[in-house]
């Protein structure tokens, strides 16, 4: 059974930090990437970033410099470091596997919430 479960959001002031974790199953972290992936209100769910099972990374524009992500092999978790945030950096944070067709994905873990603000 797939297992993605998300952890880690909370209100945090501008400038602030936070490191969200992804527990996933075996079968999804030893055979994909793993990206993050969040969804603001009203708008689309974008790509945040995403780490291969060799540890190279990508991250989106907007968040690049600021976020990190890594993985912990052992564990079959993922997190993501991120910092310096700003109000729009405000969304709900899922974690899955990545590829290019990730916007086909039907299956979705619950997120969490993550909100920047004053």
């Known amino acids: 059974q797939v297992q993605l479960v998300e952890s880690g959001g909370g209100l945090v002031q501008p400038g602030g930090s936070l490191k969200l974790t992804c527990d996933t199953s075996?079968?999804?972290?030893?055979?994909?990437?793993m990206g993050w992936y969040r969804q603001a209100p009203g708008k689309q769910r974008e790509l945040v970033a995403f780490?291969?099972?060799?540890?190279?990374?990508y991250y989106a524009d907007n968040v690049k410099g600021r976020f990190t992500t890594f993985r912990h092999n052992f564990q079959n978790t993922i997190y993501l470091q991120m910092n310096r945030l700003k109000p729009e950096d405000t969304a709900v944070y899922y974690c899955?596997?990545?590829?290019?067709?990730?916007?086909?994905?039907?299956?979705w873990g619950q997120g969490t919430q993550v909100t920047v603000s004053s």
């Open positions: 899955n596997k990545y590829s290019e067709d990730w916007r086909d994905y039907d299956y």
């Open positions: 075996r079968d999804i972290f030893d055979f994909y990437a």
């Open positions: 780490i291969g099972s060799g540890g190279g990374t």
